[in-house]
């Protein structure tokens, strides 16, 4: 059902220009709620309760294992670093992670609506 990067994920290498890093390292933090260094079953919780979306236990650890390469129930900025590699180089092409962090960005942003009626 879920993505499972596996060993096989660990093997692509990382390969992000600064501007790129940076960018990950704050989509990072948008579900690291309390700057721990990792995101945690809690986070991801925490993220889709604010969302209003229904997910349940067994989603949420299923959407944390996806990601979590060493299984210590912590998806540290190595891993997440190593899903966006996958992501980039086509390795991966689908992530409910993944999915979940470009919601949280995209929920930061103001949006600007325009009726396109004028000044």
């Not at 650890?61 to 998806?75: G, P, S």
């Not at 390795?91 to 103001?110: K, L």
């Amino acid at each position: 059902m879920g993505l499972e990067l596996g060993s096989g994920a660990a093997n692509i290498p990382i390969n992000f220009t600064k501007d790129e890093i940076n960018t990950y390292v704050k989509k990072f933090n948008t579900l690291d709620y309390n700057k721990k260094g990792y995101i945690t079953v809690n986070d991801l919780r925490t993220y889709f309760k604010k969302t209003g979306e229904r997910v349940t236990e067994d989603q949420l650890h299923d959407i944390l294992n996806e990601v979590d390469l060493n299984r210590n129930a912590q998806v540290d900025l190595g891993e997440f670093l190593q899903l966006m590699s996958a992501l980039k180089s086509g390795s991966v092409s689908n992530s409910r992670f993944a999915r979940a962090i470009d919601m949280s960005s995209d929920r930061d942003r103001i949006p600007v609506d325009r009726s396109g009626g004028g000044v």
